[in-house]
């Protein structure tokens, strides 16, 4: 896989990230007995956002057209492309 194509993945998984930390904040006055748990969540998912933010900096500063495999050891970039997809299909929004 392209660093260009991890990019790519990344930077929709963080737009999910996004919408879904948005709604969790929004969510937290609906109700004081569901407060504790969307604020929770909104952590969690800050936290999550952050952590990618940060990868997103370290992979833009490699050669796009570069294999990602050639700066990342393969069980890394299998166990991150895994995590992607679980986040991107989480919909933490639609709770």
Same mark, same amino acid.
């Given at each position: 896989?392209?660093?260009? +194509?991890? @990019? #790519?993945? &990344?930077?929709?998984?963080? /737009?999910? !990230?996004?919408?879904?930390?948005? =709604? ?25 956002? +952050?952590? @990618? #933010?940060? &990868?997103?900096?370290?992979? /833009?500063? !490699?050669?796009?057209?570069?294999? =990602? ?27």
């Amino acid at each position: 896989m392209k660093v260009k +194509e991890l @990019l #790519e993945l &990344l930077e929709e998984t963080i /737009g999910h !990230l996004r919408i879904a930390l948005v =709604v969790n904040q929004q969510r937290i006055f609906e109700s004081p007995m569901t407060s504790y748990e969307f604020a929770q969540r909104a952590v969690e998912i800050q936290e999550d956002l +952050e952590d @990618l #933010e940060k &990868l997103r900096a370290e992979l /833009g500063r !490699l050669d796009p057209e570069s294999d =990602v495999e050639e700066h990342y050891p393969r069980e890394e970039v299998e166990r991150l492309l895994k995590t992607l997809e679980l986040l991107r299909k989480s919909e933490s929004y639609a709770y």
